[in-house]
């Protein structure tokens, strides 16, 4: 049964900085892309970054480039999102998705395209 747990959220000052992960159980398949995606009160869920388990294509929204970060920990089974110089607009909810579909490596997450989800992390920007 594959499972995505994520964990790294919290409260931060606008400028600050926080790593989400994404620890991956379960998840048999050689091939995938890891997705972030978030949702902020009264908008729908959007996608932040993506990163295929060969590493070679990544996408960022407009939004975060330049100041997030996806990798993978290939030992630990655990995808990360630096998140620098962090803005208010930055508050939401984010989720990390999988799916096994190379096809999507690379390209602006949309929902329907990943299979599996965690339960979400709550990221506050505030002072």
């Known amino acids: 049964q594959v499972q995505l747990v994520e964990s790294g959220g919290g409260l931060v000052q606008p400028g600050g900085s926080l790593r989400l992960s994404c620890k991956m159980s379960?998840?048999?398949?050689?091939?995938?892309?890891l997705a972030w995606f978030r949702q902020a009160p009264g908008k729908e869920r959007e996608g932040v970054s993506c990163l295929d388990s060969t590493e070679t294509a990544t996408y960022y929204a407009d939004s975060v480039k330049g100041r997030f970060t996806i990798s993978r920990d290939k030992a630990k089974n655990t995808v990360y999102l630096q998140m620098n110089s962090l803005k208010p607009e930055d508050t939401a909810v984010y989720y990390c998705?999988?799916?096994?579909?190379?096809?999507?490596?690379?390209?602006?997450?949309?929902?329907?395209?990943?299979?599996?989800w965690g339960q979400g992390t709550q990221v506050t920007v505030s002072s």
């Open positions: 998705a999988g799916t096994g579909d190379l096809v999507v490596a690379g390209t602006d997450p949309l929902m329907y395209q990943y299979d599996y």
């Open positions: 379960g998840f048999t398949l050689e091939d995938y892309v």
